[in-house]
Structures are given as C-alpha cells and as structure tokens.
C-alpha cells in the first residue's frame, strides 16, 4: 500500500532552510523533543511564572535575543478577507435538462393529439386544459391549437433548441429572473407570427429551472486554498528591547511576544533535565537514521512522521498518569507496549522493535532508571508485535495482549526468582503482568480505528473488513447493478493476480476493485453491463451528454465513498482508475456526426492518471474485463492480442507515466492477466443431449 509523499510545487524550489516542508518537519522535530523531554523529566522540571493580562509585570523584562514572530490575530483577519473574496462554485446537474426536455416532448405530443381530434374548439380547449402537463396559461393552451401545422412543427424544434441552448449554459437559482427576462427579449427577435412568438415564450418559460448545483466541497477548497496563500504577518523583536517595564500592567501583546522569547518560564540549570534532553535527541537521532536506510517512505511522509510522534507522546504521557498513582504496584501496569503495537499494525514491524526499545527506555527513566523495568518492556513489546504479524480482525489484537501479558508474566518471575522475591511478590507481579498486556492491547483496539481515520493509513485490518460482501455498499452494489458488481469481483481478480508479480499490494487492489465502479449505482441503466432486456437510454442523447453521464460515475463514487466512509487508500483509486482516458466510442460517434472538429479533450475523464501501481493495474483490470467480455470467440490468442493492445494503447496515452510500473511490469501484467481469463473463458466439452448419446459415446 502506498504511503503518502511529499509533494512541491513547480518552478524552482527553494533551499532546504527555507522550505516550508522543511520547516514543519524541523516544528515537528521541535516540539517532539520538547515534549517528550517533559514527560520524561517532568519530575525536575520547575513551576511556570503565572502572568495574566492586567497584572504587574514583577520586573523589567528585556528580549535576551532576536525573534520573529507571527501576528495569528491579523493573519487570521488577512486570511478570513482572501476567504471572503473567493466566488462560489456551483457544478452542472444533467438531469434538470433532461427532464425539462422529456417535459417539452411529452407536452407537445399531448397537443398533437388533441389538435388532430375532430372535436370542437371548445371541447378541444377543456380536453388540453386538463390533459397537458405544463401549466401553461389558457391564452397560450388557445394558441398552440390555432397555429398551423407547419409553424406548429418549427415551434416544437424550436422551442427544444432554445432550452438546450439556455440551459446548457447553466443556470443558478439567484440567476432565474434575469434569464427568464433576457429569454423573452430572445423570443421577440424570432421569425413568426405574434401567436407564435407567444407560444414559444410560454413553453420555454415554463420548464427554464435551475441546473447548477453549489458545490460546497469545491467552493470551501478554493477558499482554504486563498487562506493558505496569504503569508504570516510576522513581526520581529529585537534583541534588548525591553517587552515591559516593572510595575507596569502586562497586556495580551505583552503576553504574545513573551511567548515568542519563551521567557514565561523561568530557566533551570538542573544537569538532570539536560542527561534526559541528551537522552532523547540521541534516540531522536537514532530514529531518524534507522528511518532513512530501512523504511525511507515513512521519512518522507509528514503525516506518518506526525503520527509516530504522537504515539510515543502519548504512550510516555499515560505512563506519566500510571505514575502519579501514589501505589508502588501501579508502575507495573505501564502499557509501553500499546505504541509498538500500533507501530506495528500501521507503519512497519521493523520501525516497532525500535520504538519498543527507545519507549521501555524513556519508560524506565520515567520511572526512577530501573532495569528490570525496560527488561520487561522490551520483552513484552516484542512478543506482542510478532502476534500482529498476521492480523485478519480487530479481535486477533486480544491475542496480541496475551502474547504481551504471558511475555511479561515470564520476565518477571525470571527477575523475581534471581532477586530472590517471595511468592506473594512474584505473584502480584504476574498478574500486573498479564494486566498490562491485556490492558496494551484494550488500548490499542480502541485507538486503531480513530487513528486510521485521523491519518488516513488503511491497514489490511480495514481492508478485510470492507473485502466483506455484507458491507452495505457491496450489498447495494450487487442488488442494484448485479453487472458491475460481477465485473468489479473479475477487476478484483486481474488486478490481484497482477499485483503479486509486480510486488503491489494484492490485497489493496482487490478490495478497491470492488468499489472502483460503485458510482454506476446512481444510473446503472445507463452502462451495457446493466442493460439486462432494456433499451440503451444512450440511443435517444446526443454523444456529448451521453460522455458526461458516463464519466459522472467517477463523482458519484467519490461521493458515495465519502458517506460510507471508505478510506483513502480506496477512494484515490476510484479517483484514478479511468486517469483521463478517452471515451472513445461517443467520441468516435460525435466525429461522425460533427461538421466542424471536436475537442478531444471534452471526451476525456478528469483524471487524475494513476499515481501508484495499485490505481494502474485497477485501471488495467477494469479495461482488460470488459473488453475480453465483448469478444464473441475468446480464444486464448485473441484474449493475449486484447490484453496487449489494451496495455500499449494506456502506456502510449499517458497513462502510467506517474505509476511507477516499468516495462517488465507491464510484460508481467499482461501474462498474469492472460492466465487468469484464459482459465475463465476456457473451451468446454459439449455434453451429450441425452443419456443414449452419453452411452454410445462411453
């Protein structure tokens, strides 16, 4: 599976001192060692200098040094005015045309047959009243009986070309009026009678409705994107100025550039903080090392790097909260290994021995520099890392705390026994013991799923989970668009058996091929794999609407992925998995039709193209399945040919440009997928008809 990366923008990036990136990696790094230097000393840290706003300053205090600082206040005002300027987005709705045309055809057509009636004008003016489906007024309803056949015939044309050519230009709900009014004044400079410029400006009216939807994902985007473009005001002190006098009262700006200096706590020259502080930047430093030659994609990622922080922050603080109970015992139920269980279970196993050793070292120091302390530490952290080396269920973590509790039961009868401890001892230590594993484990359980969420790290956990076919959108997929569900478990299939022979993650790719296409469920009429005894509704749109209700599927899947909480690992799949393909057939079918050129590029998907080898072996699968489907002899040659040509056409278009697979890859690929779709669409044995054939042929 992926990790996320880090990315720049383009142009010429800037030093590395100077880089942004650079900078929330050195805050990070920063605020890590300073935290974790607290807890783990917080025993000798002293008291802060309680000052508030009001009170009097107890002394002249005077910058010791120059800072820069940021003004948050007026950032934040900056920020808020960049946000207010940004226009709202608002996204075209296909549907509100397409009814407002099937309106205007349903309409028209109840008007031809009341008007080619042999009834009276009168009853034929009560039979379209009651009949029609527009609420036109009578004066109108009147005129449409009245006009003669052939401006009858050019109203009708006319009057689906005028909405076509207004609404495809979008309309907003705050915008209705003026379009309404700009309509009439278009009508008035039509050829024809007056009747018929009224008709016309009757029916056009009366189904002109909003089609632009505000889209408030993209609009609260384009803001966030003014905001983060506005600089910090930043504001510089200088060293030796005097922040404020003795006696007089501190002010919240007093309070703001005191914290800047860091002189709202008194210094401390006790050696003991600085062995700790020495201490944690060799393990920080240590850390960093072992990250760059063995797991480099955890360094290069901030939010990875932010999330191992805040695992060995928070470990070290609730140790800190097992200490502060005034019971010798309570020492002994320090879940260290809590952290190297998640370590393990969402980064890397390799990277959870470290953080098991560096945790039960600061653990002891914590608690007053015991050996036996980190003996046991190391030693039940490691077992319960090697019982989450296959994990299929959140419950397989409970197993993982009897592994650390039986781990720690051990050592601490070993350590008893040399002490020469007595048997009540040795017992109360071996049932803290077993408490400690069971409670690590409790404690990682509960944590697993907000920190898959908050981080957006899919463990294999996770993916089991969503690989099961009772989940609520596979369900809703199967029973909705029983075609796509069958193709998505073959995509799943293809793009499983590819991703073992190019070193992807099969499970990934399995489980986001079940959900590459759930976006077909808002139309799945619309797509040949659900057109079971049905009419094509594709047949009755023009090509270039037909290519906008196909490639909607991407967005409705974004959006269904988003309400049922799909993780991202999924959902930048889904994204991707068409890349900006073309649509070619309606493409093809719009140039056929088309006097002037066609722009290519509105036959396209919106990409992104696949950023991983996951996303480009689902987008692989998913063409490779549906058109080894459509071949009426699939032969084994036929089927490689398909395969071959599939996989060229995407790498000449582009396609896998950003997903890291090489030529040899691709090779591999299509081999695996021949051998799995040859198996499926193997050549049967034709059974006799009847059991004397099946005897005379035995």
Same mark, same amino acid.
């Given at each position: 599976?992926?990790?996320?990366?880090? #990315?720049?923008?383009?142009?010429?990036?800037?030093?590395?001192? %100077?880089?942004?990136?650079?900078?929330?990696?050195?805050?990070?790094?920063?605020?890590?060692?300073?935290?974790?230097?607290?807890?783990?000393?917080? #025993?000798?840290?002293?008291?802060?200098?309680?000052?508030?706003?009001?009170?009097?300053?107890?002394?002249?205090?005077?910058?010791?040094?120059?800072?820069?600082?940021?003004?948050?206040?007026?950032?934040? +005002?900056?920020?808020?005015? &960049?946000?207010?300027?940004? $226009?709202?987005?608002?996204?075209?709705?296909?549907?509100?045309?397409?009814?407002?045309?099937?309106?205007?055809?349903?309409?028209?057509?109840?008007?031809?047959? @009341?008007?080619?009636?042999?009834?009276?004008?009168?009853?034929?003016?009560? +039979?379209?009243?009651?009949?029609?489906?527009?609420?036109?007024?009578?004066?109108?309803?009147? %005129?449409?009986?009245?006009?003669?056949?052939?401006?009858?015939?050019?109203?009708?044309?006319?009057?689906?070309?005028?909405?076509?050519?207004?609404?495809?230009?979008?309309?907003?709900?705050?915008?209705?009026?003026?379009?309404?009014?700009?309509?009439?004044?278009?009508?008035?400079? *039509? +050829?024809?009678?007056?009747?018929?410029?009224?008709?016309?400006?009757?029916?056009?009216?009366?189904?002109?409705?909003?089609?632009?939807?505000?889209? +408030?994902?993209?609009? *609260?985007?384009?803001?966030?994107?003014?905001?983060?473009?506005?600089?910090?005001?930043?504001?510089?002190?200088? #060293?030796?100025?005097?922040?404020?006098?003795?006696?007089?009262?501190?002010?919240?700006?007093?309070?703001?550039?005191?914290?800047?200096?860091?002189?709202?706590?008194?210094?401390?020259?006790?050696?003991?903080?600085?062995?700790?502080?020495?201490? @944690?930047?060799?393990?920080?430093?240590?850390?960093?090392?072992?990250?760059?030659?063995?797991?480099?994609?955890?360094?290069?990622?901030?939010?990875?790097?932010?999330?191992? &922080?805040?695992?060995?922050?928070?470990?070290?603080? /609730?140790?800190?909260?097992?200490?502060?109970?005034?019971?010798?015992?309570?020492?002994?139920?320090?879940?260290?290994?809590?952290?190297?269980?998640?370590?393990?279970?969402?980064?890397?196993?390799?990277?959870?021995?470290?953080?098991?050793?560096?945790?039960?070292?600061?653990?002891?120091?914590?608690?007053?520099?015991?050996?036996?302390?980190?003996?046991?530490?190391?030693?039940?952290?490691?077992?319960?890392?090697?019982?989450?080396?296959?994990?299929?269920?959140?419950?397989? /973590?409970?197993?993982?705390?009897?592994?650390?509790?039986?781990?720690?039961?051990?050592?601490?009868?070993?350590?008893?026994?040399?002490?020469?401890?007595?048997?009540?001892?040795?017992? @109360?230590?071996?049932?803290?013991?077993?408490?400690?594993?069971?409670?690590?484990?409790?404690?990682?359980?509960?944590?697993?799923?907000?920190? $898959?969420?908050?981080?957006?790290?899919?463990?294999?956990?996770?993916?089991?989970?969503?690989?099961?076919?009772?989940?609520?959108?596979?369900?809703?997929?199967?029973?909705?668009?029983?075609?796509?569900?069958?193709?998505?478990?073959? %995509?799943?299939?293809?793009?499983?058996?590819?991703?073992?022979?190019?070193?992807?993650?099969?499970?990934? @790719?399995?489980?986001?091929?079940?959900?590459?296409?759930?976006?077909?469920?808002?139309?799945?009429?619309?797509?040949?794999?659900? #057109?079971?005894?049905?009419?094509?509704?594709?047949?009755?749109?023009?090509?270039?609407?037909?290519?906008?209700?196909?490639?909607?599927?991407?967005?409705?899947?974004?959006?269904?992925?988003?309400?049922?909480?799909?993780?991202?690992?999924?959902?930048?799949?889904?994204?991707?998995?068409?890349?900006?393909?073309?649509?070619?057939?309606?493409?093809?079918?719009?140039?056929?039709?088309? *006097?002037?050129?066609?722009?290519?590029?509105?036959?396209?998907?919106?990409?992104?193209?696949?950023?991983?080898?996951?996303?480009?072996?689902?987008?692989?699968?998913?063409?490779?399945?549906?058109?080894?489907?459509?071949?009426?002899?699939?032969?084994?040659?036929?089927?490689?040919?398909?395969?071959?040509?599939?996989?060229?056409?995407?790498?000449?278009?582009?396609?896998?440009?950003?997903?890291?697979?090489?030529?040899?890859?691709?090779?591999?690929?299509?081999?695996?997928?021949?051998?799995?779709?040859?198996?499926?669409?193997?050549?049967?044995?034709?059974?006799?008809?009847?059991?004397?054939?099946?005897?005379?042929?035995?």
């Amino acid at each position: 599976m992926e990790l996320p990366f880090l #990315q720049h923008q383009s142009g010429t990036e800037p030093p590395a001192f %100077v880089n942004a990136e650079f900078g929330r990696r050195l805050a990070l790094a920063a605020v890590t060692f300073l935290l974790i230097t607290l807890l783990a000393s917080l #025993q000798w840290v002293p008291q802060r200098i309680q000052l508030s706003v009001g009170q009097p300053a107890p002394r002249n205090i005077i910058a010791p040094k120059t800072v820069k600082y940021e003004e948050e206040e007026k950032t934040e +005002q900056l920020r808020a005015n &960049a946000a207010g300027l940004v $226009e709202a987005v608002f996204d075209p709705d296909v549907s509100v045309l397409q009814g407002s045309l099937e309106s205007l055809e349903m309409a028209f057509e109840i008007v031809s047959r @009341v008007r080619s009636s042999s009834l009276p004008v009168e009853e034929k003016q009560e +039979q379209l009243a009651t009949d029609l489906n527009l609420d036109l007024p009578a004066e109108a309803r009147l %005129v449409l009986l009245h006009l003669d056949q052939d401006e009858f015939m050019v109203l009708q044309s006319k009057t689906m070309e005028l909405v076509c050519s207004v609404m495809e230009k979008g309309i907003r709900e705050a915008d209705l009026p003026m379009v309404k009014s700009s309509l009439a004044q278009e009508v008035e400079t *039509e +050829q024809g009678s007056p009747a018929f410029k009224e008709a016309l400006h009757a029916l056009t009216e009366i189904v002109l409705k909003p089609n632009l939807v505000y889209n +408030q994902e993209a609009t *609260e985007q384009r803001r966030q994107e003014a905001r983060d473009s506005i600089r910090p005001v930043e504001k510089t002190i200088w #060293q030796n100025t005097v922040i404020v006098r003795e006696g007089d009262p501190v002010t919240p700006e007093h309070l703001e550039m005191l914290k800047a200096l860091g002189l709202l706590q008194q210094r401390t020259h006790w050696t003991a903080v600085l062995g700790v502080a020495l201490v @944690v930047a060799f393990l920080m430093a240590l850390t960093i090392a072992y990250l760059r030659f063995l797991t480099p994609e955890v360094l290069k990622s901030y939010k990875l790097l932010l999330l191992m &922080a805040l695992i060995t922050i928070g470990t070290l603080a /609730l140790g800190r909260i097992f200490l502060l109970i005034p019971v010798d015992v309570a020492v002994k139920f320090f879940p260290v290994a809590a952290g190297p269980l998640l370590v393990a279970i969402l980064l890397d196993s390799r990277l959870a021995v470290l953080t098991a050793a560096e945790l039960a070292l600061l653990a002891a120091i914590m608690a007053g520099s015991e050996l036996s302390f980190v003996i046991e530490a190391v030693a039940g952290s490691l077992a319960g890392i090697l019982a989450v080396q296959k994990v299929s269920q959140r419950s397989d /973590l409970t197993r993982a705390g009897l592994f650390v509790g039986g781990a720690n039961l051990c050592v601490a009868w070993a350590l008893g026994l040399i002490a020469g401890a007595k048997p009540l001892a040795l017992m @109360v230590d071996g049932i803290a013991g077993i408490l400690n594993g069971l409670l690590a484990a409790v404690l990682a359980i509960g944590l697993l799923p907000f920190v $898959e969420t908050a981080f957006g790290i899919t463990t294999p956990v996770r993916l089991l989970e969503l690989a099961n076919p009772n989940h609520p959108l596979l369900k809703r997929l199967l029973f909705e668009t029983p075609g796509t569900y069958h193709h998505s478990i073959l %995509v799943g299939n293809l793009a499983e058996a590819a991703a073992d022979v190019v070193g992807a993650d099969g499970l990934l @790719v399995r489980v986001a091929s079940y959900y590459h296409d759930v976006g077909k469920i808002k139309r799945p009429e619309f797509f040949i794999e659900n #057109q079971i005894m049905a009419s094509n509704p594709h047949d009755k749109m023009s090509p270039s609407l037909s290519t906008l209700v196909i490639t909607s599927h991407i967005k409705e899947g974004l959006e269904l992925a988003r309400e049922y909480k799909l993780p991202p690992a999924i959902t930048d799949i889904l994204r991707q998995h068409h890349g900006t393909t073309l649509v070619s057939y309606f493409y093809h079918q719009a140039t056929a039709a088309a *006097e002037d050129p066609i722009q290519e590029d509105n036959f396209r998907y919106d990409g992104p193209i696949p950023q991983t080898k996951e996303a480009a072996l689902v987008m692989l699968a998913d063409a490779v399945e549906a058109a080894v489907r459509s071949l009426t002899d699939p032969a084994p040659g036929k089927i490689e040919g398909v395969i071959r040509k599939i996989t060229k056409d995407r790498l000449n278009d582009g396609q896998l440009d950003q997903s890291d697979l090489t030529l040899r890859d691709l090779d591999k690929t299509a081999a695996a997928f021949t051998k799995v779709l040859t198996g499926i669409y193997h050549r049967r044995v034709q059974y006799p008809d009847n059991k004397e054939e099946a005897i005379a042929e035995s």
